[in-house]
């Protein structure tokens, strides 16, 4: 069993910032991809930033300057910086892993937090 469990979510005013942090817990030998995705009322689900499995990172382009994540792999965590927040960042943000399973099978999983709301607004 995997866990993904999200903090630092809140109400904070446009051009304000918050940190969002996730940590992975259970049956992980190995995270491939780690990041953040995030759905709007009414929207699909949308990538937001992410490590990649080789390693490098993935903005989206309406975050691309102004959202920083960052990684501490022996801890299982990844954070996202968010600055200069603007009333279409709203929205819930949810971690997600993709990682070996460590039974021995070695097969690959992906999982997701219960996610964390961000609402900006004055």
């Known amino acids: 069993q995997v866990q993904l469990v999200e903090s630092g979510g809140g109400l904070v005013q446009p051009g304000g910032s918050l940190r969002l942090s996730c940590v992975a817990s259970g049956s992980i030998f190995s995270i491939n991809a780690m990041g953040w995705y995030r759905q709007a009322p009414g929207k699909q689900r949308e990538l937001v930033a992410t490590?990649?499995?080789?390693?490098?990172?993935n903005y989206a382009d309406s975050v691309k300057g102004r959202f920083t994540i960052s990684r501490d792999n022996a801890k299982k965590t990844v954070s996202l910086q968010m600055n200069s927040l603007k009333p279409e960042d709203t929205a819930v943000y949810y971690c997600?892993?993709?990682?070996?399973?460590?039974?021995?099978?070695?097969?690959?999983?992906?999982?997701w937090g219960q996610g964390t709301q961000v609402t900006v607004s004055s």
């Open positions: 997600n892993a993709d990682y070996v399973v460590s039974d021995g099978s070695m097969r690959y999983e992906t999982s």
């Open positions: 490590f990649t499995r080789g390693g490098s990172t």
